[in-house]
């Protein structure tokens, strides 16, 4: 098993993670998008972890793991008073800190 | 020696060393009137009265004790030496002023001033002590301190103070009386080598302020006072006339509805021209100097309501304004040429003694020409003089004809080593000042004759007169300027004050032609008196213009005999050296002789046109106001713009005097006496300075001959330049009153011829042309004496005064007025266009499109402001992998 | 005791205003009476307390107060920990060249107050005014005292704010664009000289933010002289801007007409007075050579800004902006006797800083108080002042008069030794070009007469227009006027034939301040 491999296939979901942040207008998926970037991170803590022989990586990502579990309550819940507000999900719509 | 010094020293006249309370009098009495002046029973003018009274009393107490000082008739004889005087103490100065014709100096002259061989009256003479660097005895500790660091030759007048503290003489606050030299002669300027002093200032000063601490630029400016004879002259004659102004304004000022203000301004004017007269330092002198002409401004404005008046004052105050910078720049050049001293005396020793570098001198002395051509009305910067006709008529008597214009003359003579040395140019004879005094004197005399405004033909002549001063003085004959302006003082005053009369009973007009005519049978006072006055200012033998005019013509040395033949020495041919002094000798100033010639000619002329036009023919005034007595007289003058807005009274000052409709009536006795008493001085003052010649030829004792000479030209006091002294001539004397009477003549006679056809008429209406039928040419010509009349009075007579000098006041009214107008207006357009363009333009447009800037790079940063979240995080991504790259690259 | 006021003189009389602050602040703001009451009584002790701490002034030099002060307390300077942390002290003193200044600023602020009494203007709220006008008196006396950079540059800005609120709030039509460029320029101008301030620091590392031992670590330091001219052109933007000299000036005529008669007269009298005291006190002194080589641009701007201003006032249709405009000309008169870095020069300056002080302050309050009896300050509608009110005109008469340096009266000694002094400026200074200015400074004084004899005339002389002829409003000097008018027109008159009474006090000093320039 090569490092590579791990870190092409977290750095491939990363990506789609990016996009589907940026570009994605539904404030769930727009989560889920978040989701898979800390999962792409806790593959690489994972990875390097195995491939330094310690277990500060499996730490980390099992911290990442609760962090992430809490902002998924936290950014739902924000969701919901957005859609509660605006009858709408759509994230281009809350625009509050506009200049 | 000093022993001497001190006992010398001690014995200086209480007055000199207290004359500062003789301005401070009046000062006192300005503050008076301004506060309570209103609510006493005459309106303030009763303090402003006493005021100068006290002040005239406290002069002549001065005049008095300086002649006696200089020899009180004895000066040249033996017998006067005592009587008048019993303190023993000044026979010593007596006997020597009686010494003083038989010296004969061998004073280098100018040529030797500015040139090689330094005489031994340069290495003899000692710095002037300094007030503010010399007073260790009575001064403080820290005063000590500068007393430590400096030179040797301020030690030395530490001693001298020093020396006076011990024998007794008050040692009050830091002030100090310097007599420089001593009556003894025994005197830091060394009689040893056998010179005689005469006329020593006598300088009481105390520190004014210090700068430079103890650094190497340290300067001791002082205040105080200076008396010598010139002061001494200037304290006479403002005493007495502004005493009689004053008399003479509570007539015919009289219920003037800012009657308290003009006696205030009044006394504040006598408090400041007596300032200046007697300033010890040329920052003082600058201090009076500004200070008159504040009181011009005040004055000439009085009747501010109206505009022309309010102008007249502008146009006065900033005329003398520009001329001050001359006089700012001039002092301050001369303070650094003289090693940062502000003291006269000391500048004047400097000058004479060659320490200050020509340069400094030259430049000085143009630059305080410039001061002296506004304050003095000399030419180009003269036209604001008439102007100042706006006035009232006893202002214009004291500040615009005796006093105030005469201020420039003073200091020429104050200064006069600086101008005498700074004026010669180059590697000649020629004195700069003596063409300026030359063009004013010709060109205000010209302009006098086409004036219908009585006072205006005298301010033309005032400034022809200034001129004459000037002149005198640019030649080098100090004691003819100086007595010109002490006799001019006299009967330019009468004369002014006797217009005021005139007009005081014609309606307060002043214009000759419409108003007057005949007025002699009305108020023979008056007319007696401006009789006397034109008289000397004529020159007419015996009166005082005589005496003074016939000096300055001696002075250019120009007509055979006058020469002092040995230039730089004085000239002793036994009958004693003779009056008027001068540097030229060798036709150097023929120019400003002949100048001066012209004048003696045109004032008579010009002055007997106003005696004509004024006390002869029919009075003129009386149809066009038959129907209306004095009340509203004012009313329909301003209205029949007739050129006259001035002396517009709200009240009149005699409602209760006509009981004889509209014809004019002698003045009352508040104003004849003034009148009167100046028309004797005007007679009598000329006997003051007479050549020993005549003298002798009178049979007179030896010591009347030139006692103003005497009393006002220093000798051998290290302050004075070497001039020399020419010898009047009898033939010149006799040349230049022919002059006068053979203009008085042509001009009388073509008014005559006038009168005698219509007593109305004021000029010819037909001219010769309608005379000129071809058939009647030869009888006329018999009949009109081959038109030799015409010829002399109305080509010659009628040329001048009419074509040539109304070509001059065109040329004034609209040259030279015009340009300074131009400048008025181009200033405030520049100003405006300045402002607007380029202030509120560009300066303020820079400040104010930085902040646009600010603004309109906000407006588009906004745009990256849009509220999305996802933006953010899109520039944020960008951002990092920005970074990132140029980390993972660049390092 | 005396020991106890030599440790604490100082502070206490800086601190004083805020004292009544404290005491106004619990009062609320219906009792005007009471605010009245205590602004003016705070401002008198203020007054008292200072002028009797004034008179311990013996002569001596900041420099030799700090010596003094090694060996045990001496009156007139004090030195305490501040902010360790920043090497900020608390030292304050007074010597020649800052007393004449906190002389004037104790004694213009009472005059304000009293003239306040009854000319609170609109919108009204006595209480803040004032509160106001006491935290801008203890920032100016703050300001004259500092003897430490930061705590100097703390109370140069705390004079700031005050006024801003003056002018924004009891301003005119035109307020808040006045006071926002009159702030947002000087805070730019402070920024710079901020920047100066901690160069300095850093270049001498000296680790003291203190004046005398600045000066003294730059004279014995190394930095280079490009660095100093660096340096010394920040301070020259935030004095300069606040002084203020010519292509900084236009806040200037803004603030002043927008301003109310009391912020008029305080920024007049004093607050310009801190940019050119920032040059004497701080520049000349801790750079002397860099100030060497600024000198001729800021003698050449300053006679600039003469001729400039004195055209700029010819074009003015109104009073209050001619007098402002006057402000830029006669403060060139100071600049110019700074520049010149000569004793006399430096001796004029600060003579001319209170001259103007006084007589420029005066000419606000009289344009005031045209202003409460006319409603307009459009120099057209004006005219036969003297008529109406002849006691104003006459006062007005005096004030012109002084302004345009008539000499025997305060404004020559500020304008002519300048002049004087540009005629040989210190040593390593071009003679040929300071004569130059010399003449143009001098011709300045014609101009200065033609515009301010324009004014008295159009507004003074004549008869009142028929607008105002019947105007009951129109009355002559009130009391609270006349109270806050003779201190200032006696010193005038005094000090126009005394002026020994400044010069003798700012001399020593303002030669210890040269006694750096030209030595290398």
């Not at chain 2, 406290?58 to 000082?69: E, G």
């Not at chain 2, 820079?846 to 995080?873: I, K, M, P, T």
């Amino acid at each position: 098993m090569y490092l590579n491999q791990f870190l092409i296939f977290s750095a491939i979901l990363f990506c789609i993670g990016v996009y589907g942040v940026l570009v994605r207008k539904n404030g769930v998926l727009v989560l889920m998008s978040i989701e898979l970037i800390l999962n792409a991170v806790n593959i690489n803590l994972v990875a390097f972890g195995t491939f330094h022989g310690q277990a500060a990586g499996q730490v980390f990502a099992l911290f990442v793991i609760a962090v992430a579990a809490a902002e998924v309550g936290v950014g739902l819940a924000i969701v919901l008073l957005i859609y509660r507000n605006r009858r709408s999900i759509d994230v281009s719509e809350a625009d509050l800190l506009k200049g | 020696m000093f022993l001497a010094a001190a006992e010398a020293a001690s014995e200086t006249p209480w007055i000199f060393e207290n004359i500062w309370i003789v301005p401070a009098i009046p000062a006192l009495s300005f503050l008076l009137i301004i506060a309570i002046g209103k609510r006493l029973p005459m309106k303030g003018s009763e303090i402003g009265l006493a005021s100068i009274a006290a002040v005239f009393a406290l002069s002549m107490f001065a005049t008095y004790t300086w002649v006696d000082q200089i020899g009180f008739t004895g000066g040249h004889s033996e017998e006067s030496a005592e009587g008048d005087t019993g303190d023993a103490e000044y026979s010593e100065t007596e006997s020597l002023g009686g010494g003083v014709q038989s010296v004969v100096l061998d004073t280098p002259g100018f040529a030797a001033a500015e040139g090689d061989e330094s005489s031994e009256e340069k290495t003899e003479s000692k710095p002037v002590p300094n007030a503010c660097f010399a007073d260790e005895d009575t001064g403080d500790s820290d005063d000590a301190e500068y007393g430590d660091d400096v030179d040797s030759a301020d030690k030395d007048a530490e001693s001298q103070s020093s020396d006076e503290t011990d024998s007794g003489t008050e040692a009050s606050a830091g002030i100090q009386t310097v007599s420089l030299t001593n009556p003894s002669g025994s005197s830091v300027y060394a009689a040893s080598d056998g010179y005689e002093t005469r006329g020593e200032a006598i300088i009481t000063d105390t520190c004014w302020f210090k700068t430079g601490a103890d650094s190497s630029t340290a300067s001791g400016i002082s205040v105080g006072t200076l008396v010598d004879g010139q002061s001494i002259m200037m304290l006479f004659v403002v005493s007495i006339i502004s005493g009689l102004v004053h008399i003479y304004s509570t007539d015919y000022v009289n219920g003037d509805r800012r009657y308290t203000h003009y006696f205030a301004f009044l006394s504040l004017f006598t408090a400041a021209m007596l300032f200046m007269v007697l300033s010890s330092s040329t920052l003082q002198l600058i201090v009076g100097w500004e200070l008159v002409g504040v009181c011009s401004f005040g004055l000439i404005g009085h009747w501010w309501e109206e505009k022309p008046n309010s102008d007249a004052a502008l146009k006065a105050f900033l005329t003398n304004r520009v001329g001050d910078i001359g006089l700012l720049i001039g002092m301050i050049v001369l303070y650094f040429g003289a090693e940062r001293t502000f003291d006269i005396a000391e500048i004047n020793r400097q000058a004479v003694a060659g320490e200050i570098n020509q340069l400094h001198l030259s430049v000085a002395a143009l630059c305080l020409m410039t001061a002296i051509m506004s304050k003095s009305g000399q030419f180009v910067l003269h036209t604001w003089l008439p102007d100042a006709m706006a006035g009232p008529t006893p202002v214009s008597a004291l500040i615009h004809a005796a006093t105030m214009v005469v201020a420039g003359v003073y200091m020429i003579g104050r200064l006069y080593p600086v101008f005498w040395e700074g004026f010669m140019m180059p590697g000649t004879n020629l004195n700069a000042m003596a063409f300026i005094g030359g063009l004013t004197t010709v060109g205000g005399g010209l302009l006098a004759f086409v004036q219908r405004d009585i006072k205006k033909v005298l301010a033309y002549s005032t400034v022809s007169q200034l001129g004459y001063m000037v002149l005198a003085l640019g030649m080098g004959a100090y004691t003819a300027g100086m007595f010109h302006l002490f006799t001019h003082a006299f009967f330019k005053a009468c004369l002014f004050l006797g217009a005021g009369s005139v007009s005081h009973a014609c309606h307060h007009s002043f214009d000759m032609k419409s108003d007057m005519g005949g007025l002699r049978k009305y108020m023979p006072k008056t007319f007696w008196t401006f009789m006397i006055g034109t008289g000397a200012l004529m020159g007419i033998p015996p009166l005082a213009g005589f005496w003074s005019k016939d000096e300055i013509l001696v002075g250019a040395q120009v007509w055979p005999g006058t020469s002092s033949e040995k230039p730089g020495a004085f000239v002793d041919d036994g009958e004693g050296f003779w009056l008027a002094a001068t540097g030229g000798g060798d036709g150097t100033f023929t120019i400003p002789f002949i100048f001066g010639c012209i004048t003696a000619a045109l004032t008579a002329a010009y002055m007997t046109r106003v005696i004509m036009l004024t006390f002869f023919g029919e009075y003129r005034g009386g149809g066009a106001h038959d129907d209306h007595g004095h009340d509203d007289a004012h009313d329909t003058h301003a209205a029949a713009d007739h050129d006259d807005a001035h002396d517009t009274h709200d009240a009149h000052g005699h409602d209760d005097a006509h009981g004889h409709g509209g014809l004019p009536h002698e003045s009352g006795s508040r104003i004849t006496i003034p009148l009167m008493i100046l028309a004797f001085m005007a007679s009598v003052v000329g006997f003051l300075n007479m050549p020993s010649g005549f003298v002798k030829a009178l049979g007179l004792p030896e010591g009347w001959a030139h006692r103003f000479e005497d009393w006002v030209e220093p000798v051998g006091t290290g302050q004075f330049p070497a001039i020399d002294h020419a010898k009047p001539s009898l033939s010149l004397a006799v040349f230049a009153t022919g002059l006068g009477l053979i203009s008085i003549l042509v001009v009388r006679g073509y008014y005559m011829k006038l009168f005698a056809k219509d007593p109305m008429a004021t000029e010819y209406t037909d001219g010769l042309a309608s005379k000129f039928p071809p058939l009647r040419a030869l009888h006329n010509v018999l009949e009109n004496k081959y038109y030799l009349d015409h010829l002399y009075s109305g080509v010659i007579a009628g040329g001048t005064t009419g074509p040539l000098a109304r070509a001059a006041y065109w040329v004034n009214q609209n040259i030279l007025d015009g340009i300074i107008n131009t400048v008025g207006k181009t200033g405030v357009l520049l100003g405006r266009f300045i402002y607007r363009f380029f202030d509120q333009g560009v300066v303020d447009g820079a400040v104010n499109s930085s902040g646009q800037a600010a603004g309109l790079s906000g407006q588009f940063l906004r745009g990256v402001q849009s509220g999305q979240v996802r933006n953010y995080a899109t520039l944020m991504f960008g951002a990092t992998a920005l970074i990132v790259a140029v980390f993972m690259f660049a390092v | 005791m005396t020991e106890f006021l030599n440790e604490w003189g100082i502070t206490i009389m800086v601190f004083l205003p805020l004292l009544g602050v404290a005491a106004m602040m619990l009062i609320p703001k219906e009792a005007e009476g009471s605010h009245k009451a205590i602004a003016l009584g705070t401002a008198l002790v203020t007054g008292g307390f200072g002028a009797w701490l004034l008179t311990k002034f013996d002569d001596l030099s900041v420099e030799e107060l700090a010596a003094l002060n090694e060996t045990g307390n001496v009156p007139l300077y004090e030195s305490r920990q501040w902010i360790p942390t920043i090497k900020a002290s608390f030292d304050v003193a007074i010597d020649g060249m800052s007393l004449p200044l906190i002389a004037l600023t104790l004694l213009v602020t009472p005059l304000v107050i009293i003239y306040s009494l009854n000319h609170i203007p609109k919108p009204g709220n006595a209480k803040m005014f004032l509160i106001l006008m006491l935290v801008l008196h203890t920032g100016m006396l703050g300001t004259f005292v500092a003897q430490d950079l930061v705590l100097f540059f703390v109370f140069f800005e705390v004079v700031l704010l005050p006024m801003y609120f003056m002018i924004g709030v009891w301003g005119g039509p035109d307020r808040l664009y006045a006071s926002i460029k009159f702030f947002l320029y000087t805070l730019f101008g402070s920024a710079l000289m901020l920047v100066s301030f901690l160069a300095l620091f850093a270049q001498t590392g000296q680790e003291t933010f203190n004046l005398v031992g600045l000066a003294e670590a730059v004279a014995s330091g190394d930095i280079p002289l490009g660095t100093q001219v660096l340096i010394f052109g920040g301070m020259f933007m935030g004095f300069g801007i606040k002084v203020p000299m010519f292509p900084f000036h236009t806040w200037l005529p803004d603030a002043h007409t927008q301003a109310p008669t009391q912020g008029s007269v305080i920024l007049a009298a004093v607050l310009l007075k801190l940019g050119t005291y920032g040059f004497i006190r701080i520049a000349l002194p801790i750079l002397p050579d860099a100030a060497v080589e600024w000198a001729p641009w800021i003698g050449g701007l300053a006679v600039i800004g003469i001729i400039y201003g004195a055209l700029g006032c010819l074009a003015q249709t109104d009073m209050k902006r001619l007098i402002a405009f006057s402000s830029v000309a006669h403060m060139g008169y100071v600049m110019l006797g700074i520049a010149t870095l000569t004793d006399f020069g430096i001796n004029a300056a600060i003579f001319g800083m209170v001259a103007h002080g006084l007589i420029t302050g005066m000419l606000f309050f009289i344009a005031g108080s045209i202003k409460d009896r006319y409603h307009t300050l459009e120099i057209k509608r004006l005219g036969g002042l003297l008529v109406q009110a002849p006691r104003l005109g006459w006062i007005l008469g005096l004030c012109t008069m002084a302004s345009l340096g008539l000499p025997g009266l305060a404004g020559f000694w500020g304008e002519f030794p300048a002049i004087l002094a540009a005629y040989q400026p210190a040593e390593p200074l071009s003679e040929e070009l300071f004569r130059v200015y010399m003449v143009i400074a001098a011709i300045g004084t014609v101009l200065a007469a033609a515009y301010l004899l324009w004014l008295l005339q159009r507004t003074a002389f004549g008869t009142p227009s028929d607008e105002f002829k019947d105007d009951p409003e129109i009355v002559d000097v009130k009391l609270t006027e006349w109270i806050s008018w003779v201190p200032l027109l006696i010193l005038i008159l005094v000090l126009g034939f005394v002026p020994g009474l400044i010069f003798d006090i700012t001399d020593s000093s303002a030669v210890e301040a040269l006694k750096n320039i030209g030595v290398k």
